[in-house]
């Protein structure tokens, strides 16, 4: 008998629960909390893969070429309808770990809240361990990004849980940033770390505690960079 977090990768899991739970559909944090650190990483004019769905980037943000996916075919025929009149946003029931229907470089940005975080905490897929999903997941990411693309990733995972992950599967140059867990009414006027500036960032991710101190109330964004370069040894198929 699996437990609901294992099944997180699953999409009767997710199917199940979308068909019970009432929208809006957006976890983590709200378009609107994130958007002073994706207009400084994207701008709008760049065609953005959402793994999942932020109806706030076109109605709230101004992007005009937004195609969201997701594994749930329940939550993709629900936003399809809700959004049938927005022709920016396109919705597709797709995995993430084989985006074949993409060509390689169609995205100047790919943006994940909660993606990653599900299926690195499901047990095994389609024969492959978690870490092994995590992996094929990063490098479709990295095929469907252009040169210098950015994968904007949101997650609970501090970097001791993410960083050698990201570092292993493909040649990213990686930034950081924070924002606070807490609600977006309740959000202070005076966070501890300004959003828009990046956490002092180490090969091993020590130098983030020495930063935020032990355990910080925050949802980590990770701005990994597709940097091509003669030195870029990993991911390269496919690469634009
Ligand atoms: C915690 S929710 C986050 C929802 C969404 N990212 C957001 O912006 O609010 C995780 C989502 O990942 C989706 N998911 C899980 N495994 C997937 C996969 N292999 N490919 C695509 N989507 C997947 C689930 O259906 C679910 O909608």
Same mark, same amino acid.
């Given at each position: 008998?699996?437990?609901?977090?294992? @099944?997180?990768?699953?999409?009767?899991?997710?199917?199940?629960?979308?068909?019970?739970?009432?929208?809006?559909?957006?976890?983590?944090?709200?378009? $609107?909390?994130?958007?002073?650190?994706?207009?400084?990483?994207?701008? &709008?004019?760049?065609?953005?893969?959402?793994?999942?769905?932020?109806?706030?980037?076109?109605?709230?943000?101004?992007?005009?070429?937004?195609?969201?996916?997701?594994?749930?075919?329940?939550?993709?025929?629900?936003?399809?309808?809700?959004?049938?009149?927005?022709?920016?946003?396109?919705?597709? =029931?797709?995995?993430?770990?084989?985006?074949?229907?993409?060509?390689?470089?169609?995205?100047?940005? *790919?943006?994940? =809240? +909660?993606?990653?975080?599900?299926?690195? *905490?499901?047990?095994?897929?389609?024969?492959?361990?978690?870490?092994?999903? @995590?992996?094929?997941? $990063?490098?479709?990411?990295?095929?469907?990004?252009?040169?210098? +693309?950015?994968? *904007?990733?949101?997650?609970?995972?501090?970097?001791?849980?993410?960083?050698?992950?990201?570092?292993?599967?493909?040649?990213?140059?990686?930034?950081?940033? *924070?924002?606070?867990?807490?609600?977006?009414?309740?959000?202070?006027?005076? &966070?501890?770390?300004?959003?828009?500036?990046?956490?002092?960032?180490?090969?091993?991710?020590?130098?983030?505690?020495?930063?935020? +101190?032990?355990?910080?109330?925050?949802?980590?964004?990770?701005?990994?960079?597709?940097?091509?370069?003669?030195?870029?040894? =990993?991911?390269?198929?496919?690469?634009?």
């Amino acid at each position: 008998m699996t437990t609901s977090t294992q @099944a997180y990768g699953e999409p009767w899991y997710w199917d199940n629960r979308y068909s019970n739970e009432p929208g809006p559909f957006d976890w983590y944090q709200k378009y $609107l909390t994130l958007a002073p650190i994706i207009n400084l990483y994207v701008p &709008p004019s760049h065609p953005v893969l959402v793994v999942a769905f932020s109806e706030g980037m076109v109605v709230d943000g101004g992007y005009t070429d937004v195609v969201n996916i997701d594994i749930s075919s329940v939550v993709i025929e629900a936003m399809k309808t809700k959004h049938q009149d927005c022709p920016q946003l396109k919705f597709m =029931k797709m995995d993430v770990r084989d985006m074949n229907d993409f060509q390689s470089g169609s995205f100047g940005a *790919v943006i994940d =809240k +909660g993606t990653l975080d599900s299926i690195l *905490v499901s047990v095994a897929m389609c024969g492959n361990n978690s870490r092994q999903n @995590a992996t094929k997941m $990063l490098e479709e990411i990295w095929r469907v990004l252009k040169d210098k +693309g950015v994968y *904007v990733l949101v997650t609970y995972g501090a970097p001791l849980y993410r960083l050698r992950l990201l570092q292993e599967s493909c040649s990213w140059t990686i930034k950081l940033h *924070v924002i606070e867990k807490l609600a977006s009414e309740e959000k202070s006027d005076n &966070p501890f770390w300004e959003l828009t500036k990046p956490v002092p960032l180490n090969d091993d991710g020590s130098s983030v505690e020495e930063a935020l +101190g032990q355990n910080p109330d925050v949802h980590y964004i990770y701005i990994c960079t597709k940097e091509i370069s003669a030195n870029s040894h =990993k991911c390269m198929t496919g690469a634009v």
